[in-house]
């Protein structure tokens, strides 16, 4: 947590947080999950990381400087922040509200310590963490990618070894092997997870019945 952030934004009724190691098939999950479930809605983050070949400003990040990330943290214009393998990475208050104000439910894709934070903030949220089926499945993905150098790709395989010990912090752990399945498994989690006391359509601590 970052003691003195204002609460600018109104507090979700529900907030989805997904995390995972690098290469573990998040963006690939997060993709289809979208499609499937046009209540959520990506929290585009902002980043200080370059830009990969097809990734578009405003669509995937908001890429900017390091600079202006810092003035963004000064300002407490983040609910959470991290560093995350070298390059600053946040979810705006200003992100979660449009939105919350377009009536969506937020899907983060954030890193165990931006998740840490998010559940310290609003308990209320679904976290899930997606795994990869093993090791040697990791490093191919990370392989297959085509981005990283040999020795990024141990870094983020040693990284990986080290986010999951947070995995305990989740309400839910789903396996990526078969794509399908894991997506499935995601949506199964959210439609329960919708009928818990307090979430989805019934705000309050008590139910909401029309008359
Ligand atoms: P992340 O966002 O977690 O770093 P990506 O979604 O970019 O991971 O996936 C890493 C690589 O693994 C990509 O080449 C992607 O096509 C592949 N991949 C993702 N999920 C699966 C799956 N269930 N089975 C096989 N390959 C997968
Ligand atoms: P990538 O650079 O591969 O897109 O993402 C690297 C890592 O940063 C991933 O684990 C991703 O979930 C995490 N990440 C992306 N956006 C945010 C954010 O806004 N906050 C935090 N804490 N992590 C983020």
Redesign the pocket.
């Known amino acids: 947590m970052h003691p003195g952030q204002v609460t600018v934004v109104p507090a979700p009724s529900w907030i989805v947080v ?5 290469g573990a098939g ?2 690939t999950v997060v993709r289809a999950l979208l499609e499937r479930e046009p209540r959520l809605q990506f ?1 585009v ?3 200080t ?1 370059p830009p ?1 070949p097809h990734e578009a400003h405003g669509q ?2 908001y890429f900017v400087a390091r600079d202006e990330f810092r003035d963004l943290i000064e300002r407490g214009a ?1 609910v ?3 560093v ?2 070298g ?1 600053f ?3 705006s208050q200003a992100e979660l509200r449009r939105i919350l104000e377009a009536g969506k439910t937020p899907l ?4 165990v ?3 840490y ?1 998010i559940q310290r903030r609003w308990p209320h949220g679904l976290f899930i963490m997606l795994l990869p089926p093993s090791w040697t499945v990791l490093e191919q993905r990370l392989r297959q990618r085509g981005d990283l150098t040999d020795e990024q790709v141990r870094r983020r395989i040693g990284q990986a070894r080290q ?1 999951v010990r947070w995995a305990w912090m989740y309400d839910y752990w789903v396996v990526n092997d078969v794509l399908d399945e894991a997506v499935e498994t995601i949506e199964a989690i959210l439609w329960s997870d919708r009928h818990r006391p307090g979430v989805g359509p019934s705000q309050g601590r008590l139910p909401v019945i029309p008359e």
């Open positions: 997904l995390s995972a190691p690098s998040k963006t929290a983050s902002h980043t990381r990969r995937d990040y983040f959470e922040w991290a995350v393998h390059h990475y946040g979810t983060l894709d954030i890193d310590q931006g998740a934070q986010e």
